[in-house]
């Protein structure tokens, strides 16, 4: 009986990684020095998991800014845009694709999957070349064997990566990227004979989509793609890794088939089914990677239930083939509740951070080997009692409160047009369309601040002034760059959603009811806009992103224009509100003034052109505008 980690956290208990990245990114310390602390971090990260006794320890986990870019860049699949011409992948070419620069955009931003990460999308054609290009996962291999660290090198797999990915746009609607799995497959394959000559035994293949709805066609492609890889990989055990659902019961069959794989990992967690499809059939000569320690909340696992199903487990495929290991990467959590200084006793009780998770995992592998932990496990089984008997948990007022809800609560008493109609009353505006933001930056005195209050170096009354300070700081700046201001009046609701694909719930958000929603839209290529031209009216205010703040580029009053023409192409000015794509909290101020600037002042030059039509509805529009 052995223990496994998918994946961890990256950015250090401490947010070292943070802090080392935007001081790299504006100019106050060197690649070397960045690399440094990524080097400390990776290091630790190995050797915690070595001190907690997992067996089976990630690497090619670490990334400075987003695994699927570091796959990216291992394939060699860079854009044309960012003038790479082989050679190392430097910071330079890396954080460009990921943030832009002062001439280009960065590549799109999207969600992974249902969490709340966010990876960059490869982009593809059908003549994409790719090379061997960056050998990070050998790299990260030798550097823990160097320190006595035998670890797992973790790979996005090559169905995945396609699947993941878009075509670059302008190509034609017939464009497969399962087409080009046969253009990837070699260099997959160079880079699992350099992982061998490096001394690897295992390497883990990270392949998520399965859990996907995919058709006969996208399953083949596993197939074709590990049948192909398996001449490379004779003499390695290969883990394909699964996550985040429940797998079906087609893939199930297509993955459990697959020769060169010798152990599959699934998320026990929110794949409860899956323990259905193990118990009709496992290969018994395959090792099973039960991920029963939740790797997605912050929650502490109830571990006699953990147990529990592992036990059963262990009576399907044997204890010599099974693995206790967590349900996804521990990416997705908190690094370690040890730092919680401040937190409710009790509350911290309930709670289990990616340190804590390890603690878990590797405890629920000594239980079953007769070696369990009764202290360990008796405070875990209080916590939970504790949990659920809490009135944080059970609130009979809120409950009965609930219960008494009707159908027609759930919807507001107002319809959306009157709504908007005397929110427009309220606007110090002469016309539409509105200029808005979700968020301002952070200075950084606030955020020493508040690290300094989180120790208890400095009163909360002296942070609450701080606070104070900086709002009126915000205030004066809406004033100075001519932002539009809400007056007071009524309440009224607003929503912000950010990198998803929201054509597919433009309807549920339309059932939503808000008054405003921003939406994030230029990252992505604007492809918000496509679902208006395909006829869905929007009746509500919306505010589809005119710039990625994700990125230190300062966007122009041109480009903006041509962005705003091409909302007001689809959308009524009156419902338009133009904002960035997200809250401005990691920008600097530096970065923040004359961006929005040029937005108020693309608004301007919108409505003078607005002004200047003389179209007998925009006349109408105008004289209800002046005369409010």
């Known amino acids: 009986m052995v223990s496994h980690i998918v994946g961890y956290p990256r950015m250090g208990p401490k947010r070292e990684l943070k802090f080392a990245l935007e001081a790299f990114w504006d100019g106050k310390s060197s690649a070397e020095e960045l690399q440094k602390v990524g080097d400390n971090l990776k290091l630790s990260t190995w050797k915690q998991m070595v001190d907690a006794g997992i067996k089976f320890i990630p690497s090619n986990t670490f990334s400075y800014y987003d695994h699927v870019l570091d796959t990216t860049a291992m394939l060699g699949a860079i854009p044309p845009r960012y003038g790479w011409s082989g050679g190392d992948i430097g910071f330079d070419v890396y954080f460009s694709m990921a943030r832009g620069n002062a001439c280009i955009p960065a590549m799109e931003l999207t969600k992974w999957f249902d969490t709340n990460y966010h990876y960059i999308v ?4 059908p003549n994409s070349k790719f090379f061997y290009a960056s050998r990070k996962a050998v790299q990260e291999y030798r550097e823990a064997k160097a320190h006595g660290i035998d670890t797992v090198p973790v790979l996005l797999g090559p169905v995945s990566y396609l699947l993941l990915s878009k075509p670059v746009k302008g190509v034609d609607k017939s464009f497969s990227l399962l087409s080009l799995l046969d ?20 390497i883990q293949f990270d392949e998520p989509t399965l859990v996907m709805d995919l058709d006969s066609r996208q399953l083949n492609a596993f197939t074709h793609a590990y049948t192909e890889l398996e001449s490379s990989i004779s003499g390695l055990t290969i883990l394909l890794e699964t996550y985040f659902a429940d797998i079906p019961a087609d893939a199930y069959k297509t993955i459990t088939a697959l020769k060169g794989v010798s152990a599959i990992g699934f998320d026990l967690v929110r794949g409860s089914k899956t323990l259905d499809l193990i118990r009709n059939g496992f290969p018994p000569e395959k090792y099973l990677f039960a ?3 939740d790797g997605r909340n912050i ?16 009576g399907m495929v044997g204890e010599d083939k099974l693995v206790v290991s967590t349900s996804c990467s521990l990416l997705h959590t908190a690094f370690d509740l040890e730092t919680e200084i401040k937190m409710n006793k009790e509350l911290k009780s309930w709670l289990a951070f990616a340190a804590q998770k390890l603690l878990e995992v590797s405890s629920l592998e000594k239980a079953l080997t007769n070696l369990k932990n009764e202290a360990f496990f008796s405070a875990n089984a209080a916590a939970q009692a504790s ?26 008493a107002t319809n959306v047009s009157d709504r908007l109609e005397a929110q ?27 690290r300094e209050y989180k120790i208890n170096k400095i009163s909360e009354e002296d942070y609450v002034k701080a606070i104070k300070e900086e709002i009126n700081q915000v205030v004066k700046l809406q004033e100075e760059l001519d932002l539009d201001v809400l007056v007071h009046g009524e309440p009224e609701i607003h929503t912000h959603m950010c ?70 192409a689809v959308l009524d000015c009156t419902i338009l509100w133009v904002n ?10 530096s970065e923040v003034k004359p961006a929005l600037s040029n937005m108020v002042a693309a608004v301007k030059i919108i409505r003078k052109q607005l002004i200047a039509n003389k179209s007998e509805l925009f006349s109408s529009l105008w004289k209800a505008r002046t005369d409010c």
Not at 387 to 412: C, I, P, W, Y
Not at 499 to 512: A, E, P, Q
Not at 522 to 543: C, M, N, P, Q, T
Not at 581 to 588: A, I, M
Request: glycine content about 6%; hydrophobic content about 40%.
């Open 299 to 314: 929650w502490a696992n109830d571990l006699e239930a953990s147990l529990t199903t592992l036990k059963t487990l262990k």
């Open 424 to 450: 427009q009353r309220k606007l110090k505006l002469p016309i539409l369309p509105t200029t808005a933001l979700g968020s301002f930056p952070q200075t950084l005195g606030l955020r020493k601040l508040r």
């Open 122 to 125: 490869p982009e593809l054609e």
């Open 580 to 589: 960035p794509d997200c809250g401005l909290k990691t920008r600097k101020y």
């Open 291 to 293: 991920g029963v320690v």
């Open 499 to 568: 990198y998803s694909n929201f054509n597919d719930i433009i309807h549920s958000i339309m059932d939503m009811d808000a008054d405003v929603i921003s939406i994030e839209n230029s990252r992505s290529d604007e492809k918000l806009l496509s679902v208006f031209h395909e006829g869905v009216k929007y009746s509500a205010g919306i505010g589809p992103g005119v710039y990625d703040i994700h990125s230190p580029r300062i966007p122009s009053v041109e480009e903006i224009v041509e962005c705003i023409k091409k909302m007001l």
């Open 387 to 412: 949990r659920k008997a809490s009135s944080r948990v059970t609130n009979a007022a809120v409950q009965e409160a609930v219960s008494l809800l009707r159908g027609s609560d759930h919807r507001r």
């Open 183 to 202: 253009k990837i497959l070699p260099v997959y394959k160079e880079i699992v004979d350099e992982l061998m000559a490096a001394g690897v035994s295992w």
